[in-house]
Nanobody, 121 residues
Framework: QVQLVESGGGLVQTGGSLRLSCAAS????????MGWFRQAPGKEREFVAAISWGGGSTTAADSVKGRFTISRDNAKNTVYLQMNSLKPEDTAVYYC??????????????WGQGTQVTVSS
């Protein structure tokens, strides 16, 4: 089973950028589709973006398209989320997880501790 550790969150002003990282353990990391999710206070966890095994295909929620970019480095067992033009509504705890596919990015494994992103107005 893949274990996940998210990092890179912080406090940033509106319009700023952050890059999140998700380090995965396990030799089968490269065989999984991977995704990022987020949960804002008082709201359900929602899908943000996902990436294919080799990194050649991605998908993202409409709310982040054009601003967030997901990528991965299978040699480092790490998936990234580059977040630009951040808005206060992006404030949330961000999590990564293996997902079923790009068409159905249902989370597959256990959740890590997440990383907090706070965007001030």
């Amino acid at each position: 089973q893949v274990q996940l550790v998210e990092s890179g969150g912080g406090l940033v002003q509106t319009g700023g950028s952050l890059r999140l990282s998700c380090a995965a353990s396990g030799r089968t990391f490269s065989s999984y589709f991977m995704g990022w999710f987020r949960q804002a206070p008082g709201k359900e966890r929602e899908f943000v973006a996902a990436i294919s095994w080799g990194g050649g295909s991605t998908t993202a929620a409409d709310s982040v398209k054009g601003r967030f970019t997901i990528s991965r480095d299978n040699a480092k067992n790490t998936v990234y989320l580059q977040m630009n033009s951040l808005k206060p509504e992006d404030t949330a705890v961000y999590y990564c997880n293996a997902v079923r596919s790009l068409i159905r990015p249902d989370p597959l494994g256990s959740w890590g501790q997440g990383t907090q992103v706070t965007v001030s107005s």
